[in-house]
């Protein structure tokens, strides 16, 4: 099993900058890719960034450009750095893991982003 624990979320003023962090533990060395999601209220939580194993990463297409994720795998972290925010980016950020054993993901239980404009 994999456990995660997100940290880093908050208030932040439109235009400003905010890093996120997902610390796992467990059977690490079986995950394949870590992920950021995020859903606002009465929205489908949709896909923000993703890293795999090989650092190749993918972004939805709003963040393009202002967030960059990353990830330290010695120390089995990922980050997301969110710069230039925008009001309707609030949301709860949930970080993913895809896992090569048994091919399961596992879910952190999120952190709340709040952007004022």
């Known amino acids: 099993q994999v456990q995660l624990v997100e940290s880093g979320g908050g208030l932040v003023q439109a235009g400003g900058s905010l890093r996120l962090s997902c610390a796992a533990s467990?059977?690490?060395?079986?995950?394949?890719?870590m992920s950021w999601y995020r859903q606002a209220p009465g929205k489908q939580r949709e896909l923000v960034a993703r890293?795999?194993?090989?650092?190749?990463?993918n972004y939805t297409d709003s963040v393009k450009g202002r967030f960059t994720i990353s990830r330290d795998k010695a120390k089995n972290i990922v980050y997301l750095q969110m710069e230039k925010q925008k009001p309707e980016e609030t949301a709860v950020y949930y970080c993913?893991?895809?896992?090569?054993?048994?091919?399961?993901?596992?879910w952190g239980q999120g952190t709340q982003v709040t952007v004022s404009s």
């Open positions: 890293i795999n194993n090989a650092r190749r990463t």
């Open positions: 467990g059977r690490t060395s079986s995950i394949n890719a």
């Open positions: 993913k893991v895809e896992m090569g054993f048994r091919s399961t993901d596992y």
